[in-house]
């Protein structure tokens, strides 16, 4: 297929990038309205349309990328006499970049199969820096050759591209991956906040743990918080924070894998979105447990 036709439902922070980059490359898009958009006036000056409806979108498109809050979302936006399912044709694509369980992304590619719909799981990592800029991380879940005909088009806004292996895959190594990542941050918080309250310099404690074997991205994602009180290093709700490791802890015990240090981490995490608003930015959880505001 000679430039497929693109429709995108989700353009919070990471879903904006991308539609930006798969206009810039010269793709048709049509982006679906929501208000929990991000502000649509440069792309849709660019040259992109919008629709109200997920059917809609799927009507103009001949390839669907979803990039949604989580599985819930996923498979509500598939229903009902206005959702996804009502306007996709035989021999198109859906691809996911949400954040997903893999017991309902297998369950959303056998339904999509049923209508003659391709489906192919695509996980981001990286940050929305990235994804304006056009180079986010994809961990891919599906068919090799389905990779292979779709990877023009991922290439416009991803710099590293994984074929983690079959449907689901790719949702299965983003929840590994952010289990270390988020859960590295949220060790690393801990530690600062103990650093704050033992009369630790927050200066101290970054220039020890870079100098040592505590240096690493979560540092570098906290650091601003820690020297400047910034959190543009990390522009990530703890409420996504804690659904990633919800979700990652339900692989883990589906799979009968030892969960002790994500059952941990969830905690924490669960006690900050009761203390504070959930959608506070991840780094902000070392204010938090620097002042005892948490507990559980």
């Not at 309902?104 to 929305?128: C, E, I, N």
């Not at 220039?207 to 994602?221: D, M, N, S």
């Amino acid at each position: 297929m000679s430039t497929p036709r693109i429709g995108m439902i989700g353009l919070g922070l990471m879903g904006l990038g991308i539609a930006t980059n798969i206009v810039k490359k010269g793709f048709a898009l049509t982006a679906m309205e929501h208000p929990g958009n991000q502000p649509l006036g440069d792309l849709i000056a660019a040259g992109a349309k919008t629709a109200p409806t997920a059917q809609a979108v799927a009507q103009a498109s001949d390839i669907v990328i979803l990039c949604v809050n989580g599985s819930a979302q996923v498979e509500a936006i598939l229903a009902g006499d206005t959702g996804l399912l009502a306007g996709l044709r035989e021999g198109m694509t859906v691809i996911d970049c949400s954040t997903s369980i893999p017991g309902s992304t297998q369950q959303v590619a056998a339904t999509l199969g049923k209508q003659g719909v391709r489906f192919m799981d695509a996980a981001m990592t990286r940050t929305p820096n990235e994804a304006m800029q056009g180079r986010l991380n994809l961990l891919i879940g599906g068919d090799a050759a389905l990779l292979e005909e779709v990877r023009p088009l991922l290439s416009t806004f991803a710099e590293n591209i994984v074929h983690a292996g079959g449907v689901s895959a790719g949702h299965s190594m983003k929840l590994l991956h952010n289990f270390v990542s988020l859960g590295s941050v949220t060790l690393l918080a801990e530690a600062a906040a103990c650093a704050r309250r033992s009369g630790i310099d927050d200066a101290v404690f970054v220039e020890v743990l870079e100098k040592g074997g505590g240096w690493g991205a979560a540092l570098e994602r906290l650091k601003p918080y820690l020297l400047r009180g910034e959190t543009s290093g990390l522009r990530f709700s703890m409420a996504n924070a804690l659904k990633d490791l919800g979700y990652y802890a339900d692989m883990a015990r589906e799979t009968g894998s030892h969960d002790a240090a994500a059952q941990a981490m969830h905690g924490t995490l669960a006690a900050a979105c009761q203390a504070v608003d959930p959608q506070t930015l991840l780094p902000e959880l070392v204010g938090q447990l620097a002042k005892g505001a948490l507990k559980g």
